[in-house]
């Protein structure tokens, strides 16, 4: 009797042992699955540009800047105001890249540009927030950072509503420059006036600070990306009074200029008969 039991045990025991052992082979294998398919999607996501990302500053074009990235997290750590965020899994960006949420925490501007120089692969490019010197010589200037560009829903700012209002203003290190105040009648009262921020493309390097100091709910000025942000003009019309602009009629043909029934005649002609 004593010997059957011991083997009835040892059998019951074996099966114990490959059921734990099969349990044990089954959760391992889901949990590679699972990290592999983490990994396998954070691959698959950090090719993928995404167009409303914001960058830190000297980021290379979002498509080369993916190229070049290797999610090492060293301009992350490298920024002593922790304004630069690691992507993760579920952030809904390319996993292990670095990007900036400026309502939460913006670029403060640091001239040194630690963030650009902790990163080893060039997707912080030292090119793009250089400059050069009396003596020819390359130098950082933060001011050429392009992070993206402040963008104002007038509908909700409230010094467009009348209110006095000028945080933005006060806060943009290029005060005058990135943003100004222009000065307008109240037509609902007669007889104020409204202070309204606007933003100008050529200086604002989109740090978020202005973001971050608005005082509405939702931020009423926000940053975007400059490719969101802005438009893009055409060859067919130039700003006359700037030089410059005169150069993108270059090897223009005459195709592609606007012609309408009324440029076919000599201005004095319609202006004369009023044929507007």
């Not at 592609?256 to 009023?274: A, F």
Request: hydrophobic share 35%; charged share 30%.
């Amino acid at each position: 009797m004593g010997d059957a039991r011991e083997e009835i045990s040892e059998e019951i025991r074996e099966e114990t042992n490959g059921r734990r052992k099969f349990l044990i082979e089954t959760v391992r294998g889901l949990g590679f699955a699972v990290t592999g398919g983490l990994v396998w999607s954070g691959f698959i996501e950090g090719k993928k540009a995404y167009p409303f990302i914001l960058r830190p500053p000297g980021a290379a074009p979002e498509e080369s800047f993916l190229v070049r990235c290797t999610k090492c997290g060293m301009c992350v750590e490298a920024c002593p105001y922790d304004a630069l965020i690691l992507a993760s899994p579920g952030d809904e960006r390319p996993v292990g890249t670095p990007y900036l949420m400026p309502r939460e925490r913006p670029c403060y501007m640091c001239k040194d540009i630690p963030c650009m120089k902790a990163c080893p692969t060039g997707a912080l490019d030292k090119s793009l927030v250089s400059e050069k010197d009396g003596h020819g010589k390359a130098k950082l200037n933060i001011n050429l950072a392009k992070i993206g560009m402040a963008v104002i829903d007038r509908e909700n700012c409230i010094a467009y509503w009348g209110i006095q209002c000028d945080a933005c203003y006060r806060v943009c290190p290029l005060i005058d420059k990135a943003i100004t105040v222009e000065y307008t009648r109240n037509e609902r009262t007669g007889k104020h006036a409204i202070l309204a921020p606007v933003v100008h493309s050529d200086a604002c390097t989109g740090c978020g600070l202005c973001e971050r100091a608005c005082v509405t709910k939702k931020a009423s000025i926000f940053v975007l990306p400059r490719r969101v942000a802005m438009g893009e003009s055409s060859e067919r019309y130039i700003r006359g009074w700037d030089i410059k602009d005169e150069q993108r009629l270059e090897g223009v043909s005459p195709e592609t200029k606007t012609v309408t029934p009324r440029s076919s005649k000599d201005p004095l002609e319609y202006l004369n008969k009023g044929d507007f």
